[in-house]
């Protein structure tokens, strides 16, 4: 969330947020905006790469289209309890697959750098949200992407 996209070799808009199917961890698209301007859509057959600070597309956006999945909200870990809010959907550049969900307490404490992370989780379709089992430092999720890359 909030990555300059860009096409044709300007910044057209930010993401706003990445539409995932939850069920393959798969990553549909991305709905952007503009200043003052309607949201916008960016399916995966436009997305050219991800990078570490922006994200090239070789289409023009489109309108939004009609049915999107829920936005993940909250999140709950499995032994009970809330542990906080979907801030962002991390993925692989390479796949274009959901590799974890940046999970914090509240706005203010995303700010503060004070986010968890999770590796499996499901998403109730219907409502949004997110069930986890484990929550990890970004030290951890570093480790494990790590171990999984050699």
Known sequence: ????????????????????????????????????AATRWIPLSGIEWVG?????VGCEPMPLPPALPAQAAHVYLTGGGLAGQVADLLISSDSMRGVALEVCAGPWYR?????????????????????????????????????EGE
């Open 52 to 56: 570490s600070r922006c994200i090239a």
């Open 111 to 147: 700010l503060l750098g004070q986010s968890s992370y999770a590796r499996e989780y499901q998403v109730r379709q219907r409502t949004g949200q997110v069930l986890v089992g484990q929550l990890f430092s970004w030290a951890q999720m570093e480790q494990m992407l790590k171990e």
């Open 1 to 36: 969330a909030g990555m300059p996209v860009i096409w044709q070799g300007r910044q057209i808009g930010l993401v706003d947020r990445a539409v995932a199917d939850a069920q393959a961890h798969k990553l549909l698209g991305f709905v952007l905006h503009r200043g003052l």
